[in-house]
């Protein structure tokens, strides 16, 4: 199923497929990539806020490495911004790339977090732009 593109919002495009830039429109953009441990429950910072800028996530994965089951989202500061996954304990993941577009992005000037219901552990790895 395709993914649906938010009205005047451009897709990425790599400049090569190992690449480690891709452009907005006209706009030269630099991938990056972070990653959280997060063991507590409610939020755990991923990618610090920027001022002036969003943090639009191009892919991501999850993984619950304890013993119990752990609903997770991402969030704008404090608003969600993606759906809630619950992942299976010892090793329960997600992975998604969007391979047009973007899976989801915060507001401007806001850090990216991991939430998690209760807690445990869970890793998230995430590849991200920095747009205005």
Sequence with gaps: MPLEQKTGEHPLVATSPDSTNGRDGTTLLTIKTAFANATVS??????AAVSARKIRVLGYSL???GGAVI???FQSQTTPISSTKSLAAEGGGSNVYAYQGFCFE???G???NLNLSALGTVGADI???EVS
């Design 71 to 73: 609903r997770v989202n």
């Design 42 to 47: 409610g939020n755990t910072l991923v990618v």
């Design 106 to 108: 915060t507001a401007v």
């Design 127 to 129: 590849t991200y732009v």
């Design 110 to 112: 806001e850090a990216l």
């Design 63 to 65: 993984n619950n490495g």
